[in-house]
């Protein structure tokens, strides 16, 4: 079965502080890996875009790795910001022509001054 | 202003009563997606469309119907038969490049 599974479930950092989320997935045969951000009553927006040839993606303060072999990515926050409150999404999409991505449950962070 | 809007952002029904929410997009994507969320879980798949007048049952389909009769509105309709429809519902369109789904802000429905 087509499983992400994302920890920790939540996390509170002070602001200025960096962190990293984890997303560890079963997908196969897997096509790419996106983190998303959705803030509190919106819907997500996506950050970064991963294939399988790439191990590493920045957007601004946020950086994204991925192990195909290991089938492991991180999303890397650098020096937080209140506006970095928000749950993050880890999406994978399978290969062969499957339209239909795998969602993990989300890491709820918490920035606080 | 090219994007994709929901519409009501709030919607309440009550019990027995079916209910409509709007999804459009101007982005002109082929396929497009209904998710329901509730607390503390990942995004379900209800339905998907991926062209006019073609649509597949996602994960939780029971309950909800809709119809793909163009390509820019793909309305979800919540029946009476779906016994716990209260949620925060998430319309989304995939552009095809790198297959990057983009979402609506959301409607919440809840019940009477």
């Known amino acids: 079965k087509n499983q992400v599974e994302q920890s920790p479930q939540s996390l509170i950092i002070l602001e200025g502080k960096n962190c990293t989320l984890q997303c560890n997935y079963t997908v196969s045969p897997f096509s790419n890996l996106r983190w998303y951000k959705q803030d509190t009553g919106r819907g997500p927006v996506s950050l970064t875009i991963?294939?399988?040839?790439?191990n590493t993606k920045s957007n601004g303060r946020y950086t994204a790795t991925l192990d195909a072999d290991t089938k492991q990515s991180s999303l890397h926050i650098t020096a937080s910001q209140l506006s970095d409150s928000a749950s993050y999404i880890c999406v994978v999409s399978l290969g062969g022509g499957s339209y239909i991505p795998t969602f993990g449950r989300g890491t709820s962070l918490i920035v606080h001054p | 202003d090219g994007g994709i809007t929901q519409s009501p952002k709030y919607l309440f029904r009550k019990e027995g009563q079916n209910v409509t929410l709007s999804c459009e997009q101007n982005l002109n994507h082929d396929a497009m997606y209904w998710y329901r969320q509730d607390p503390g879980q990942g995004l379900r798949l209800i339905y998907y469309?991926?062209?006019?007048?073609?649509?597949q049952k996602g994960d939780i389909a029971e309950g909800y119907s809709v119809s793909r009769e163009k390509k820019e509105s793909f309305p979800l309709t919540v029946t009476s038969a779906q016994k716990n429809p209260t949620a925060f519902y998430l319309c989304a369109s995939r552009e095809d490049l790198q297959e990057t789904q983009y979402f609506g802000p959301g409607t919440r429905l809840l019940v009477l």
């Open positions: 469309s991926q062209i006019v007048n073609d649509f």
């Open positions: 991963m294939t399988f040839s790439e």
